[in-house]
């Protein structure tokens, strides 16, 4: 029976090496549980990036998506099918836009929005032609297309894939001054950020800095664009994370909420189809979305009957079974539960993080190895995680897990990271 070093040994022959995986070969998952193929059972931590949220092969969604490949699969947007319809009419009214572009990667789902905003620039705003700027934050994660990586300052990202895009113009993350400053400037079209950076290392910026960008934004006839591909479907115990300490979630009542901020253009992805299939969406109204006419946007996949049908059931899901409440509850527990059993060793530099999208910093430097072998202890304990910018470990279980579930994975990190101070 082939065993991991042979999965592994295939990837590394015949695969891009654009990846560094951890070393597990995963064959099987349940809820937040996953089986390598030796049967060893392990706590996925990572949910996949956050794509995860309702749990690994979850019975619902997994039932539409075979339900909808036995019916249709494809028509391309050349034709209407039945399943788009329903689920543009469900995710713009949950989230309280007139329109909804659905795609199929969160990358997509960037570049569709940084076209709706270049395109709202010349035909609303007045820009003059080619004049549109996009204002980005230091140290984003938007995905790894060129536009993408060409306002990235990530060297991996951008590093030898030049020339790049023009027309962006990046300020430092939870700066409302250098915002203010860059919004001066009357080509500037849109802000992009991320309420919480992810890949950075699970980045929260301080309560006011998303309203007030958002403020700021309105000021100056500037759209306020929010990547949410992460953040978003219940990750930080709201729908959105921009619906700021709302408890239930974006488009409703939240638009009274002081802490509530409403986006021009949303982007959404990942858990918008609980993972088991590629679904992206951008949604704004129809000043914006309208600017955009047949021929100048769109994919043969995006749409499709699957992707609709799934995410249908995806967001049911998420509210049917209160996951955001027990992101909110699990994500306490995490925190203060890890705060009062690691928090004073000299190996945890700090603990951060909103809902169940959290991260552990480890008081070594970047270079350093100590958050890999970290991860390497926890995967020999039964629990998946991985590091970020070197000295940081995100920890994002999925969304169904239970507070045993979450006390256990405390007793493993607790003897993990415990033993590993003791050792060096």
Not at 68 to 90: D, H, M
Not at 204 to 219: N, T
Not at 338 to 348: E, N, T, V, W
């Amino acid at each position: 029976m082939a065993n991991s070093q042979h999965f592994m040994a295939l990837e590394d022959a015949h695969g891009a090496h654009n990846y560094h995986p951890l070393p597990v070969v995963l064959k099987k998952g349940e809820g937040i549980r996953v089986w390598d193929v030796e049967g060893k059972e392990y706590f996925d931590f990572l949910s996949a990036y956050s794509a995860v949220n309702q749990g690994h092969s979850h019975p619902r969604i997994v039932g539409a998506l075979v339900e909808q490949a036995q019916t249709l699969a494809l028509t391309s947007r050349a034709f209407y099918n039945a399943e788009l319809g329903p689920f543009e009419k469900a995710i713009t009214e949950r989230f309280g836009y007139d329109k909804v572009l659905a795609m199929n990667s969160g990358a997509e789902a960037v570049e569709t929005a940084i076209k709706l905003c270049r395109r709202w620039a010349y035909d609303v705003k007045g820009v003059p032609a080619n004049q549109a700027k996009i204002v980005v934050c230091s140290d984003n994660f938007h995905g790894r297309t060129s536009t993408i990586v060409s306002f990235s300052n990530d060297p991996d990202s951008y590093g030898g894939f030049g020339p790049y895009m023009p027309g962006f113009e990046r300020i430092p993350y939870n700066d409302i001054v250098a915002l203010e400053k860059a919004l001066q400037d009357p080509h500037v079209a849109g802000f992009l950020v991320e309420p919480i950076q992810g890949e950075a290392g699970v980045v929260v910026p301080d309560s006011d800095f998303i309203p007030r960008a958002a403020a700021l934004c309105a000021a100056k006839n500037v759209l306020f664009i929010a990547d949410e591909i992460q953040t978003g479907i219940g990750r930080t115990g709201s729908w959105l994370a921009t619906c700021g300490n709302c408890q239930c979630g974006g488009g409703r009542c939240e638009r009274q909420a002081a802490t509530y901020v409403r986006a021009d253009i949303l982007i959404l992805g990942k858990a918008l189809s609980g993972g088991v299939y590629p679904v992206s969406a951008v949604l704004a109204d129809d000043g914006i979305m309208m600017t955009i006419k047949p021929g100048q946007h769109g994919s043969t996949f995006g749409g499709n009957p699957i992707a609709a049908k799934v995410a249908q059931a995806a967001l049911e899901v998420m509210e049917e079974e209160a996951l955001m409440q027990n992101a909110r509850a699990r994500g306490e527990q995490f925190r203060e539960g890890l705060k009062a059993r690691i928090g004073h060793l000299s190996l945890i530099k700090g603990i951060r993080g909103k809902g169940l999208l959290n991260a552990v910093l480890i008081n070594d430097s970047p270079e350093s190895s100590t958050a890999w072998d970290l991860c390497m202890a926890l995967r020999d304990a039964g629990l998946l995680a991985k590091p970020t910018h070197g000295n940081i470990i995100r920890f994002a279980p999925p969304l169904v897990i239970s507070a045993e579930e979450m006390d256990e994975a405390l007793n493993r990190m607790e003897k993990v990271f415990t033993s590993f101070e003791q050792s060096h």
